[in-house]
């Protein structure tokens, strides 16, 4: 099949990870595909690239911008689109807009979060009337099907769970070797314990809560570390909640990183403390690599980590419990080992790019009236 696959860019994120692995493995998989990028190109373009994969920027300003509408029509024409395949709301609605009239035979749409469904604003007023030249909606988790239905986001009829995956099979498990070289790049003790997480540092990943809560954890194990890897624009505010929790010199920054599932290989404890969460690659990567984790309740985080059996689900915002969580997995390194076993084994039954690929491939082949 001719795939087009618009965003509205492939910078550094979940989604945008999501995106690449799916269309690297469906051009193996002898579809042809290219990616539009509504607005800039984006850091992980280049990926795309080395596997000859068409990447497109159009380029748009805010508001109306008819020039950057008509390149994604003439871009969704000239590769004579069978399948078009959008990621969350704005892509979406432009993408429909724009491929009106060329008779594209099947139109698909993720939404890999669960953020604007109460909103009310212009983009998701455009994108819920755009529904009506729509096939089908991918949820990544039951949690967002469920949300979407409660705010009357999408039909029920066109409404489909598709969880994420990723290629497990390239994810080396955390080694005694791997703690060892992480502790040597950060300047560390052989017997620290590191805490890690991944994200953009933003309101929706809570790392206030996180480095409050591990102001806890130091206290009681002053032996600990807590690495944040992502770049985002609170980590001046998240810099400073370290020094007022008195961790400062215990809280490492990393920023943006190529190198994350070698970090991850380092890690004890994988915590991720988001307040607003979909299907979370965070969690996925942290799985493949056997790792413990503790996660708040919400989203699909509950459907990634099984409480007791690959990790611990705390509320959010519960600065102790997140903190009580994290210090039973470091006092108990065997139950901790147990657990990111399990964590592993489960992502190898089932939470593989290859299962999300054969699901989205049967969306893109049902036949499902737009009306």
């Known amino acids: 099949m001719n795939i ?19 269309v690297k493995l469906q051009q193996q998989q002898g579809h042809r595909c290219q990616v539009v990028c509504v607005f800039e190109r984006g850091a992980l373009a280049q990926e795309l690239d080395a596997a000859n994969i068409p990447v497109h920027a159009c380029g748009k300003r805010r508001g109306l911008d008819l020039g950057a509408l008509s390149r994604v029509r003439q871009l969704i024409r000239a590769h004579r689109t069978e399948v078009l395949h959008s990621h969350n709301a704005v892509a979406h609605y432009l993408a ?8 594209v035979g099947k139109v698909i749409n993720t939404r890999h979060g669960m953020g604007g469904m109460q909103r009310w604003n212009r983009a998701e007023m455009l994108y819920r ?110 810099e400073a909640c370290a020094r007022e929790e008195g961790v400062a010199g215990a809280v490492r920054f990393l920023g943006e990183r190529d190198d994350v599932r070698e970090l991850l290989q380092g890690l004890d404890v994988f915590v991720l403390s988001s307040v607003s969460e979909g299907y979370s690659m965070a969690l996925l990567e942290a799985s493949a690599t056997a790792l413990p984790i503790v996660a708040t309740d919400v989203g699909g985080n509950r459907e990634i980590v099984r409480h007791g059996t690959t990790g611990a689900i705390v509320p959010a915002r519960d600065v102790e419990s997140l903190a009580q969580a994290i210090l039973g997995l470091l006092r108990n390194p065997e139950h901790a080992a147990r657990l990111g076993a399990a964590a592993r084994a489960m992502m190898e039954a089932g939470g593989s790019l290859e299962a999300m690929a054969l699901r989205y491939a049967a969306l893109y082949e049902a036949g499902s009236p737009r009306a």
């Not at 999408?154 to 703690?179: I, T």
Request: net charge positive.
């Open 4 to 22: 087009t696959h618009i965003v509205e860019n492939l910078n550094r994120g979940g989604l945008e990870r999501v995106v690449l692995d799916l």
């Open 96 to 103: 429909v807009l724009a491929s009106l009239g060329l008779g």
């Open 129 to 238: 009337a755009s529904l009506a030249c729509t096939d089908a909606v991918a949820m990544v988790c039951a949690a967002a099907c469920d949300g979407a239905l409660e705010h009357r986001l999408v039909p029920r009829r066109k409404l489909r769970v598709v969880p994420n995956g990723l290629r497990v099979q390239e994810f080396a498990v955390a080694s005694p070797a791997a703690r060892e070289r992480l502790r040597q790049a950060l300047g560390l003790p052989p017997e620290a314990r590191v805490v890690g997480t991944v994200g953009r540092l933003n309101w929706a990943k809570d790392q206030v809560s996180l480095i409050r809560a591990f102001s806890r954890v130091r206290a009681a194990l002053p032996d600990s570390v807590l690495v944040l890897i992502g770049g985002g624009t609170l980590r001046r505010e998240l």
